[in-house]
């Protein structure tokens, strides 16, 4: 295993510190439990934004509380689900008066601890709500879920609501804008070679020098089928095509174009994924509008790329141009 | 060779086509010979700045150009020098008529043909100035460079004085200040894995699973030694230790640490290597007053950091914070 990290068990306590190191005007930074809040947290009377999930996705989610963005984010070891005491502190350390809102990617145990964190939240008198992506087209159920996995839509979800949440709205109407979101947007993945958990310290799973794995998951769960190595063109058609029929998506649809690195892929090959991403939707009558290309969300050093779809009307549009400020996604500020 | 392309061939061409698509707003991509320039250009009375270089390290130069930072950049093939021809078309499509400044790295090749580009754009009545960065602190002399190679230190070269030519600083300012970077700025770099240039379509060079190259070139040139693995800490101590004794610098000193991906290491890895770093610099008395932190000046899928040190001084601080609005770096705007 060849990583820059000392023991594999302080990896994520490590980076923590690294990014308390780096960000203290945007964020602050909480051990035992874990969890990263903005730096102004609580805003009062703003609907606090939580996610969080295993590490090993960053930027995601650490590296998007800031304004405009999550209030909190609760990252667990590599690759596995935080606590539900992490999400309950989080969730009382962004409480402005206004509620909070989970946005819960769907694995089992980010599901279960984030439904456990809610309930006690409730009974501290918080009012929270709770909203499931599931965007990931390839698969249903997976190797750590039931349904559809949550994957690159989370990154979006993440920027329109918080602004949404920035701009004043209520609870209620940012979990309706979440759910909306969650439901005119689809993803899908693939993997050119597997990653190392650090604690694990052998790759996740074996991928010949000729196969490439088709739909996988963001912590190399199996997809819908591995196949030999195709040009980057064919493979940008094997990843639109399921993604475009399921919604169904239609002839003068907008849509942002999310174009994501699992880690590993770079920017020079996005471009390449992007181009012709953006013709094979030309000729569908899909319009890009917006779009977002690099590395959002990883699976650690894997090779792949996952392309994400989402359907935006005027006011989507409007929230996603609102400004950001946080270490992963900047601008306006 | 498990990359996301096409052709090997066509790999820069098809990168600049997805440039062209996703960034309208930011910058015009010209073809044959290659070059990128802000969508404004060329902007009157202003300085303009031009680099280039081998593709294969991106964001650098094409995801820098924009309002705030460089006018033009010129793409070589993967790992290869631009020609002359590029880097005189993209001179002239910036020239606003107060001169261009070239920024240089230190590589025989972009060196040799920036200068007869500098001397035919002057034929053509162009003012021109060119600085030549030489930051990595690893060698002297190396696979393709006489002297000291130029390397992260480009990349806050870029912020800085193209934040001095926005605000309307003359061509000589503009090229003093670069100079002056040069002069205060140290880099070195490492790597744990091997790149593979698409159109060699085999690894650079071997790297044992075990072994890891210390001072190495952003093209996978050797580098000072090859020794066994060892943890992060001590990994950012032997960057760090060669920086900070090169210059030197000296207790109060004010710095912009700048930790970079080589492309395949994660982020989480990176706030390891920064959290060190400060801790290193802190107890020199060194103090970090800004920072980046990600994959700025790459070599393609290549797994390992570079730490670049950048001794500042209140005007070079106001520069950096200036708004930058590019594809690679992006803030105030």
């Given at each position: 295993m060849k990583k820059l990290i000392n023991k594999p068990e302080d990896v994520v306590k490590e980076e923590l510190k690294g990014i308390e190191l780096a960000h203290a005007d945007l964020v602050k930074v909480y051990y035992d439990p874990d969890f990263i809040v903005r730096a102004?947290?609580?805003?009062?009377?703003k609907v606090g934004l939580v996610s969080g999930g295993g590490s090993?996705?960053?930027?995601m989610h650490g590296g998007f509380v800031g304004k405009g963005m999550l209030d909190a984010a609760c990252p667990g070891a590599v690759f596995t689900s935080p606590t539900p005491d992490q999400m309950l502190e989080a969730t009382k350390a962004v409480d402005g008066g206004a509620g909070v809102l989970h946005i819960v990617k769907n694995y089992t145990g980010d599901v279960m601890n984030f439904e456990m964190a809610a309930d006690m939240a409730r009974a501290e008198g918080i009012e929270v709500e709770s909203v499931i992506v599931d965007?990931?087209?390839?698969?249903?159920?997976s190797t750590w879920t039931a349904g559809r996995r949550g994957v690159g839509l989370t990154v979006l979800m993440e920027k329109i609501v918080g602004a949404a949440a920035e701009e004043g709205r209520s609870l209620k109407e940012c979990a309706d804008l979440a759910r909306k979101i969650n439901g005119q947007g689809r993803s899908m993945g693939m993997a050119l070679t597997s990653c190392t958990v650090p604690h694990v310290g052998k790759p996740s799973f074996d991928l010949p020098e000729d196969e490439m794995e088709i739909?996988?998951?963001?912590?190399?769960e199996p997809g819908r089928h591995r196949i030999p190595l195709e040009p980057a063109d064919k493979i940008t058609e094997m990843l639109i095509e399921p993604i475009v029929t399921d919604l169904p998506y239609k002839e003068g649809d907008e849509v942002v174009l999310f174009v994501n690195s699992?880690?590993?892929?770079?920017l020079i090959e996005l471009y390449i994924v992007y181009a012709k991403a953006v013709e094979l939707l030309a000729a569908k009558g899909?319009?890009?509008v917006r779009h977002l290309i690099g590395p959002?969300?990883?699976?650690?050093?894997?090779?792949g790329t996952s392309i994400t779809l989402l359907k935006v009307d005027e006011e989507m549009l409007k929230l996603w141009d609102a400004p950001v400020k946080t270490a992963g996604m900047r601008w306006g500020i």
């Open positions: 102004d947290a609580p805003v009062q009377g090993g996705h960053e930027p965007d990931d087209v390839a698969v249903e159920d739909g996988i998951g963001i912590h190399g699992m880690g590993g892929t770079p899909i319009k890009v959002y969300i990883t699976s650690l050093e894997m090779a």
